[in-house]
Structures are given as C-alpha cells and as structure tokens.
C-alpha cells in the first residue's frame, strides 16, 4: 500500500509540474491555451536531441528543455496568441488545439512514431530502500524536482517585484498601464514561464510515461484535469490536486484495473461536484 501511494503521489508531482504553467496562464492571464500540452511535447524532443545529438547529460538536458520551449512560447505569444487575448473562448480553443495538430504533425515528420528512450545516468537509476520499503530513485528525484519548483513559484509570484507586477497586471490592466508597468512583457514573461514549465514536465515524463508524437493530446487532458481540480491560478491547488489524482489515477489501475482508467475522471466529477471552482479556485 505504502509503495503504491509512493508511486501515486511521484506520478502526480509529474502531472503537476506539466500542469502548473498551464494554471499560471489560465488562471492568471485569463487565456486558454490549449497547445500547453504540445510545449511539453516539445521540451521532450529537445532533451532526446540534446543527450542524443549533443551528448549533453540529463541534467543539463532539463534547463535546456524549459529555456527552448519558453522561448518557442514567446515567439508563438508575441505573433499569434496575443491576438486571441481579447477574443472569445471558443477561438482561443480552436486556435490552439489546431497548434496540437501541426505540433504532433511535425513532430511524426521529424522523429516518426515510435516512443523515444533516452538513458539516465546511474545514480538515478533503481532503488533505495526507506523504512524498510524500496523507492524508485528517480521518482524520488520527480518529487524533489516539484517540491522546489513549487517553493520558487509561489515566493516567485508572491515575495518578488515581477510577482507584484503581474498580479497588478492580471487584476487591472488599464491601471497598470497607467502606473508605466509594461504589460505585454509581463504577459510574455508570464506566458515563457509556464510553457517553459511544461516543457520542463514533458522533459521528465520521458522516463516515466514515453515520448511520441500523441504526447501533447494525451496529457493535456491529464493537465486540464489537475487544473480542474485545484483550481485556476492556484499553485496550492495544482500541488493538492496533481497529487490526489496522481494518487487515484496509480492505485485504481493497482487495486481495481478493470475500472482503474476511469477513476481519475470520477474523482474529477466527485470533487467538482461538491468544489465546483475547484479545491482552490476562487472564480
């Protein structure tokens, strides 16, 4: 049972360093940018070149995925989705689902269907055994990824100027234009932030659930999912909510497999149910 919540709660700190930006960006920036899951694709991709290609270890491999996914999010920000801040919800997701589509297009083109592999070093690799149970290194190394990722972004947006600026920016844009704040590059710094998170994520889910070409449709629902549930623009909620569902999600496929893929959705349905803006959501 222990190991089980274990690998629950590693998988859910997974999900919610893919599912965090997204948070950041809908719920602050108030746009539904659905082609999150195609930047986490895409940070993917970028660590399979950069430790094939460039013989760059792992780790070096993850600041590289966040910064080429951050800065691809800023080139699609500034030309494209900028436009769609202002329109309605309905063109923001049709927009941004088609970049999916042209994003897993592109991406059978250049490295064909198969799932990507990529070799950890040693040190991540195995077991250790805690309290008498053996734990996964690397999934102990996901938990301690999400837990500083977590305490950088909530002293980021809550204890720093720029967290201050966006706040403002977020709740009056017209005011904070008018006290000389630079909203659009708040925006797009905003924007850089959470796709170079998912990137980030798309990065370390290569070990854990693959890398192919269907990644940016198949976890943006898992993302969407844990953004539901914990509420929009609530990192505390992201946290909470990734972790119960990461926790649903592994010992219903252990305990009760005939049913186990559907449980994370009927955990979704309970608990919006009863929190219909989410655990943390306050609108």
Request: glycine share 14%.
């Amino acid at each position: 049972m222990a190991i089980v919540l274990f690998d629950g709660f590693a998988f859910g700190m997974l999900l919610f360093v893919l599912s965090v930006g997204l948070s950041v960006t809908l719920g602050l920036m108030n746009f539904i940018n659905l082609a999150h899951g195609a930047f986490g694709m895409l940070g993917g991709y970028v660590t399979v070149l950069a430790m094939r290609q460039l013989g760059l270890p792992f780790l070096l491999s993850l600041p590289a995925a966040f910064l080429a996914a951050a800065l691809v999010s800023v080139v699609f920000e500034r030309t494209l989705f900028r436009r769609l801040y202002k329109a309605g919800e309905l063109n923001q997701v049709l927009f941004t689902i088609g970049v999916v589509f042209v994003a897993a297009a592109v991406a059978t083109y250049a490295f064909g269907t198969v799932q990507q592999v990529i070799i950890l070093p040693s040190w991540l690799r195995g077991s250790v055994e805690v309290f008498g149970l053996r734990l996964g290194v690397y999934r102990i190394f996901l938990i301690a990824i999400a837990l500083a990722v977590t305490a950088l972004l909530v002293f980021g947006l809550e204890r720093t100027r720029l967290g201050a600026q966006i706040r403002a920016a977020v709740d009056n844009q017209r005011m904070a234009q008018g006290l000389g704040l630079d909203v659009e590059r708040i925006f797009a710094i905003t924007f850089a932030l959470g796709s170079g998170l998912a990137g980030l994520g798309g990065a370390l889910a290569i070990e854990i659930v693959g890398l192919d070409p269907s990644f940016g449709f198949h976890y943006l629902v898992y993302v969407l999912i844990v953004v539901a549930v914990g509420g929009l623009g609530s990192i505390t909620g992201s946290f909470v909510g990734a972790a119960l569902l990461g926790i649903g999600d592994v010992a219903g496929k252990y305990f009760v497999p005939e049913i186990g893929s559907f449980l994370i959705y009927l955990l979704l349905v309970a608990i919006l149910f009863v929190r219909p803006l989410g655990l943390f959501g306050k609108r």
